[in-house]
């Protein structure tokens, strides 16, 4: 099923005339409405007359967290106060939160965008859906709350916390669909587990998961262990909130939104914008945004863009792959990039270790060094872990796996299963204790 | 001919052996040998105990990393040299020990071992007339 077939399944050429359109438009309306991108274009010597087709968007300036940061609260707001009817608020870990306010019309379009992602989900107006992002400041909850229900499905705004509670509702209401992390589906069905309840005694078959990098590893094990089949959803609170892509039933990279979100991918160090296939930064520009509209956001996530209309799906709307890492988390270790992402494709590529990982970056005099931290399943702890050679063979072959992925060696230490901390949000994975002078 | 052993994947962290021996508590369990093999990070705890079998449920219930594997246990006369006697009767064969604590019980030496060949150590202890000791006579004597 596809929600709108106008907007999704639109020609290559007349998306790229709207898309040409409507960044002339915003370019105008933030030209006359943001400060700060009036300064901006005017040093750069550019008025919003020489932005006409999508290509011209190479000649605006790129965006980025500090710009919203050194802007706090409200200085990149275009719309006036009066106008605005929701605000969220970033996690805001490190300096300012960011603020973005929304106008009527932005929920709408947020409302739309998800419903459109729910139903390439194959959820439809039948089925009872749980909200199990936080709900709050974080755009998580109620973004997917408010698209669950412009579907007319019923939603359940279950939140995080209180996951017996949660199971004991997915069984007794027969919830079919589930928005979460990706973590949280894991820790879900730990739970379940726990209480001693089988995948065969519910009835979720969708899951839409994100706000968090995860891996096909973690999707296999998501759906083996729900009974569900487990789609990617993407979004950031800084462009709108989850809804800005999402995977369709090819489960084949994200359909990005792009009527209202357009995307580029570029290289974090020259800025220079790359094509189709490459791996690099991806920028969004708000094409139709009231309150915060934002022009070549950086969002520091790394991926790659590739075609949308050969997809079988139906849709024409180019696509995304996963987040392969974030510019601003590449650990820079011994002279070496490295991604926690590409340790965990190496864990969960070993049966022997639960989906549970922790990297930890310091520095010995004056080396780097890396532990990785990892859960060995219950089910691996047979007759032959009475003895350490085994075990002392299953790190070795952990770190030979590693070293031949990262191109630097680690350190590996087996944990007991459940000893590395679960987190209902956002999980982090890695603790850097360098301290650099 | 071989007894059950608990082993217990433990980390070197302040409060975990506890938490293991006061589950054995709570279940009235007795301990009646153990050892820990350690590295820097983490140890090996190995158990004989009361009820080898009720004991692993209880543990691997309570979520902790848990193995049941059969080791030998030969009785010796506590007297020197005994155990290199015994002991030699295996190296003639060329078996491994992998692992081996003793104790003493009743005034009898008792070794708890493993070999990389159990079949062949089984028949060699046989040969040498050396002494097994049935579970049910280490667990009766708690």
């Known amino acids: ?5 106008n907007k999704e399944c639109m020609s290559r050429d007349e998306m790229s005339a709207l898309q ?9 309306y933030v030209y006359h409405n943001v400060p700060f991108y009036r300064n901006k274009l005017q040093e750069m010597d550019i008025t919003p007359d020489d932005i006409n087709t999508i290509d011209d968007i190479v000649k605006l300036p790129f965006t980025t967290k500090q710009d919203l940061r050194d802007n706090y609260p409200y200085g990149l707001q ?11 608020a970033s996690s805001g870990t490190t300096g300012n939160p960011t603020i973005v306010g929304y106008t009527r019309k932005d929920i709408g379009v947020w409302s739309e965008c998800m419903t459109r992602c729910l139903t390439a989900y194959g959820i439809t107006r039948d089925d009872t859906f749980s909200v199990a992002y936080g709900y709050g400041l974080f755009t998580g909850g109620l973004g997917a709350h408010y698209g669950v229900e412009n579907l007319g499905a019923a939603v359940v705004p279950t939140s995080t916390g209180n996951t017996e509670k949660h199971v004991r509702l997915i069984r007794d209401l027969g919830i ?6 990706p973590s949280y589906a894991l820790y879900l069905a730990e739970t379940m587990d726990k209480m001693g309840i089988t995948k065969d005694e519910i009835k979720l078959r969708a899951g839409a998961f994100g706000a968090e990098p995860w891996t096909e590893n973690m999707r296999k094990e998501i759906e083996s262990r729900l009974g569900l089949k487990g789609y990617n959803l993407y979004g ?7 809804c800005v892509s999402y995977e369709c039933s090819e489960q084949h990279g994200s359909h990005i939104c792009e009527d209202h979100f357009y995307p580029e991918i570029i290289n974090p160090q020259t800025l220079e914008r790359l094509p189709n296939g490459e791996t690099g930064e991806l920028v969004f520009t708000t094409l139709t945004k009231e309150g915060m509209p934002l022009l070549r956001y950086r969002t520091k996530d790394l991926c790659s863009l590739m075609e949308g209309d050969d997809c079988p799906c139906g849709r024409t709307a180019v696509r995304m792959t996963r987040i392969v890492g974030r510019s601003d988390d590449m650990l820079i270790i011994r002279g070496i990039n490295v991604f926690p992402s590409q340790v965990e494709s190496v864990v969960l590529s070993m049966e022997e270790f639960a989906p549970r990982y922790l990297l930890i970056v310091d520095r010995v ?13 219950p089910e691996y702890f047979t007759e032959s872990f009475d003895s350490l050679a085994p075990i002392a063979a299953l790190e070795k072959k952990l770190s030979d796996k590693l070293k031949s992925v990262l191109s630097i060696s680690a350190k590996v230490q087996l944990k007991a299963p459940n000893t590395i901390e679960r987190s209902q949000g956002k999980s982090k994975f890695v603790i850097d204790k360098r301290v650099l002078n | ?6 082993s217990i994947f433990i980390e070197n962290k302040s409060g975990t052996l506890l938490q293991v021996l006061n589950l054995l508590k709570d279940a009235q369990i007795s301990l009646i040998a153990s050892n820990i093999a350690d590295t820097v990070e983490y140890g090996i705890c190995r158990i004989i105990c009361s009820e080898p079998a009720r004991a692993y449920s209880v543990l691997k219930e309570a979520g902790v990393a848990v193995a049941l594997s059969d080791v030998f246990a030969i009785e010796l006369d506590n007297e020197p040299g005994r155990a ?37 150590a089984r028949e060699t202890i046989i040969l040498a007339g050396l002494q097994f000791i049935a579970e049910k006579d280490l667990t009766h004597l708690v």
Request: with cysteine; charged share 20%; net charge negative.
């Open chain 1, 1 to 5: 099923m596809i929600w709108n077939p």
């Open chain 1, 20 to 28: 040409g359109k409507r960044l002339h438009k915003i370019v105008e």
């Open chain 1, 78 to 88: 275009a719309a006036p106060q009066s106008e605005i009817i929701r605000v969220h």
């Open chain 1, 176 to 181: 079919t669909g589930i928005a979460c992390t």
């Open chain 1, 236 to 242: 950031l609170s800084e462009i709108m909130g989850p």
């Open chain 1, 365 to 377: 005099n004056n080396l780097d060094t890396l532990q990785v931290q990892v859960e060995v399943r």
């Open chain 2, 1 to 6: 001919m071989t007894i059950s052993q608990l």
């Open chain 2, 84 to 120: 290199a006697e015994a002991i030699g009767v295996l190296s003639k064969e060329g078996i491994n020990i992998t692992y081996l604590y003793s104790f003493l019980l009743n005034g009898k030496g008792i070794l708890i071992f493993r070999t990389d060949d159990a079949e062949k």
